[in-house]
């Protein structure tokens, strides 16, 4: 069971997320627990170590941000203590989580699970801070924002757990933000590969790198909501959405648990901005001079365009960044202009990305032009496409964005009926 900021914050917020884990336990369950720090806590904490040395040793960053998780995990269990439950609290380094890579980055490696199981199997609750591990050198890591999710898949995993539930502010995965289509359905199940794409593309509900690993672990996770009253029904009777692999949801289609749908759902992000480079020379090479510093400065690039020649040997290439890498890409691509050779850089910060996924997608053609037909219907003007095996994504004015989403949801049939 994993339980995020939101539903850390504050003790009586805690003492809720502790009845729902003694419900569990009291089915009979072995369970272990992983929670997050305090919303707004880590934040806190990162601008501390800010404040003490604007060029601070992520060494010493990790153990001060770590201490977030590190405070719910003993409060989780003091208030499990205090509701009759055995509980105790596992640190990563007591564990311990084995990560490698960076500090403030890390990724887990391994998880010695040996006494975990064994106090588990003793009856007792495990309580687990997310987000922290050890690296081989004995120094606390930390695995980057969102790395709850991830630390709660990768324990799942290790202990071979029945199944991984996410409790968040969300009581499942949608066919849409609710918030902008109030006729958006729940799901019962979706499957990895989709939840990866929905999550790459600005679904907020999960962390892609926890989708991953579930994904290669075959770690059956549940998103549900924390925020229940006492009579909702518990965790087993499935009121949030499966994350499942295709062979599992062909069984609950089969066993008309689910129906087969084209579309699972229609993402939105809001968070990209694009970049025009005018007269670049048609000329191999010329595109990996664009794309080789903003790799090595971490700047992930997204839908990528290159226009065709013009006469003089020159094209233009479009492509889109993250909005908080605009400006670090305009200057590096200003840096290498007459490495480069392009004539001028146009920027766009007013742009969203609207993603339609689906593993129905394989196997039904049309789906593209139903995307493209609906959006000309209302005045939409799509300004990029790219597309995978399961997605297709399309850029549009960031003005548009809400109403590019109501009218796929339509046009693909994902209205809740009434």
Same mark, same amino acid.
């Given at each position: 069971?994993? /339980?995020?900021?939101?539903?850390?914050?504050?003790?009586?917020?805690?003492?809720?997320?502790?009845?729902?884990?003694?419900? +569990?336990?009291?089915?009979?369950?072995?369970?272990?627990?992983?929670?997050?720090?305090?919303?707004?806590?880590? &934040?806190?904490?990162?601008?501390?170590?800010?404040?003490?040395?604007?060029?601070?040793?992520? !060494?010493?960053?990790?153990? #001060?941000?770590?201490?977030?998780? +590190?405070?719910?995990?003993?409060?989780?269990?003091?208030?499990?203590?205090?509701?009759?439950? %055995?509980?105790? @609290?596992?640190?990563?380094?007591?564990?311990?989580?084995?990560?490698?890579?960076?500090? !403030?980055?890390?990724?887990?490696?391994?998880? &010695? @699970?040996?006494?975990?199981?064994?106090?588990?199997?003793?009856?007792?609750?495990? =309580?687990?801070?997310?987000?922290?591990?050890?690296?081989?050198?004995?120094?606390?890591?930390?695995?980057?924002?969102?790395?709850?999710?991830?630390?709660?898949?990768?324990?799942?995993?290790?202990?071979?757990?029945?199944?991984?539930? *996410?409790?968040?502010?969300?009581?499942?995965?949608?066919?849409?933000?609710?918030? *902008?289509?109030?006729?958006? %359905?729940?799901?019962?199940?979706?499957?990895?590969?989709?939840?990866?794409?929905?999550?790459?593309?600005?679904?907020?509900?999960?962390?892609?790198?926890? =989708?991953?690993?579930?994904?290669?672990?075959?770690?059956?996770?549940?998103?549900?909501?924390?925020? *229940?009253?006492?009579?909702?029904?518990?965790?087993?009777?499935?009121?949030?959405?499966?994350? =499942?692999?295709?062979?599992?949801?062909?069984?609950?289609?089969?066993?008309?648990?689910?129906?087969? +749908?084209?579309?699972?759902?229609?993402?939105?992000? %809001?968070?990209?901005?694009?970049?025009?480079?005018?007269?670049?020379?048609?000329?191999?090479?010329? #595109?990996?001079?664009?794309?080789?510093?903003?790799?090595?400065?971490?700047?992930?690039?997204?839908?990528?365009?290159?226009?065709?020649?013009?006469?003089?040997?020159?094209?233009?290439?479009?492509?889109?960044?993250? +909005? @908080?890498?605009?400006?670090?890409?305009?200057?590096?691509?200003?840096?290498?202009?007459?490495?480069?050779? /392009?004539?001028?850089?146009?920027?766009?910060?007013?742009?969203?990305? *609207?993603?339609?996924?689906?593993?129905?997608?394989?196997?039904?053609?049309?789906?593209?032009?139903?995307?493209?037909?609906?959006?000309?219907?209302?005045?939409?003007?799509?300004?990029?496409?790219?597309?995978?095996?399961?997605?297709? @994504?399309?850029?549009? &004015?960031?003005?548009?964005?809400?109403?590019?989403?109501?009218?796929?949801?339509?046009?693909?049939?994902?209205?809740?009926?009434?």
């Amino acid at each position: 069971m994993k /339980f995020g900021g939101t539903s850390m914050a504050g003790t009586e917020r805690i003492r809720r997320v502790a009845n729902i884990v003694r419900a +569990q336990a009291a089915r009979g369950d072995q369970v272990a627990v992983v929670v997050s720090a305090m919303a707004g806590e880590t &934040d806190r904490l990162v601008n501390f170590c800010r404040e003490a040395n604007p060029l601070y040793d992520p !060494a010493e960053y990790d153990v #001060v941000v770590a201490s977030g998780e +590190q405070v719910t995990s003993g409060l989780l269990a003091l208030t499990l203590q205090a509701l009759g439950c %055995k509980a105790r @609290s596992w640190l990563g380094w007591q564990l311990p989580i084995h990560t490698i890579e960076a500090h !403030a980055k890390a990724r887990v490696e391994s998880i &010695d @699970s040996d006494a975990l199981i064994a106090s588990m199997e003793a009856g007792e609750i495990a =309580v687990i801070p997310g987000f922290q591990g050890l690296s081989a050198d004995n120094r606390v890591t930390t695995l980057g924002r969102g790395g709850s999710d991830t630390s709660a898949v990768a324990v799942a995993a290790a202990i071979k757990a029945d199944r991984c539930d *996410i409790y968040t502010d969300v009581d499942g995965v949608y066919t849409t933000d609710p918030r *902008i289509v109030a006729k958006a %359905k729940k799901q019962k199940a979706v499957t990895y590969e989709e939840m990866l794409e929905l999550a790459s593309v600005g679904a907020k509900v999960l962390q892609t790198r926890s =989708v991953g690993l579930a994904m290669k672990e075959g770690v059956r996770v549940q998103v549900l909501s924390s925020f *229940i009253g006492e009579g909702a029904p518990p965790a087993d009777d499935l009121p949030g959405t499966m994350i =499942v692999s295709d062979e599992e949801m062909d069984e609950l289609v089969e066993k008309g648990l689910m129906e087969r +749908q084209l579309v699972t759902g229609i993402a939105h992000d %809001k968070n990209e901005a694009k970049i025009i480079l005018t007269r670049v020379p048609d000329r191999p090479g010329a #595109v990996a001079n664009i794309f080789e510093p903003l790799a090595a400065a971490s700047i992930n690039v997204d839908m990528i365009i290159q226009n065709v020649g013009r006469d003089k040997g020159e094209t233009d290439v479009t492509f889109t960044v993250p +909005q @908080s890498d605009l400006a670090r890409a305009q200057a590096l691509l200003e840096d290498r202009r007459g490495e480069i050779g /392009f004539n001028r850089i146009i920027t766009d910060s007013k742009i969203a990305k *609207i993603s339609v996924v689906g593993v129905g997608m394989k196997s039904h053609a049309g789906v593209a032009s139903s995307m493209f037909r609906a959006l000309s219907d209302r005045g939409i003007n799509i300004q990029a496409i790219s597309t995978s095996e399961i997605k297709i @994504s399309v850029m549009i &004015d960031e003005d548009e964005t809400e109403l590019a989403v109501r009218v796929l949801h339509t046009a693909y049939g994902l209205d809740a009926q009434d």
